[in-house]
């Protein structure tokens, strides 16, 4: 996990304990790119309201703040677990049976690795080995 996403969770947690930080990352090293949930969906609304909860992070840098769309940013196990059956594209920091990418079905998820059904067949990735991953449109 980056240190600005786990900024911006505890800071959530404290004020504002109801969304979900998805993703946090910073863009060119001046933006921070945030991707939230919530129970009720993300609203432009919520969006705006957690802008302003971030006052600190908005003092170094410019901060997008947005829902995580059809394209959703899978960074927990239980991210995982709960869209198995969707399709993801799962990339990792190095090569994995030849392969630094995969994209396929989600068919696995324990708390160690995510297993997915790609053309390439089937593999187990570790979370430590995931660079990024994210639900593709089917």
């Known amino acids: 996990m980056e240190p600005i996403q786990a900024e911006i969770e505890a800071t959530l947690a404290r004020r504002a304990p109801d969304v979900e930080v998805l993703l946090a990352e910073v863009v060119g090293g001046e933006k921070v790119r945030v991707f939230i949930d919530h129970a009720d969906g993300v609203s432009l ?40 059956g969707r399709r993801a594209r799962v990339r990792t920091s190095a090569p994995l049976e030849g392969h630094q990418s995969f994209t396929g079905e989600l068919v696995g998820a324990t708390e160690e690795d ?15 080995d995931i660079k990024r991953s994210n639900l593709v449109e089917e």
């Open 45 to 84: 609304d919520l969006c705006e309201r957690v802008t302003y909860q971030l006052t600190e992070v908005r003092e170094r840098y410019a901060l997008e703040v947005s829902s995580p769309g059809t394209r959703r940013p899978l960074t927990r196990p239980d991210h995982y677990r709960r869209f198995l």
């Open 114 to 128: 995510v297993t997915v059904a790609a053309e390439s067949g089937v593999i187990a990735i570790p979370y430590a």
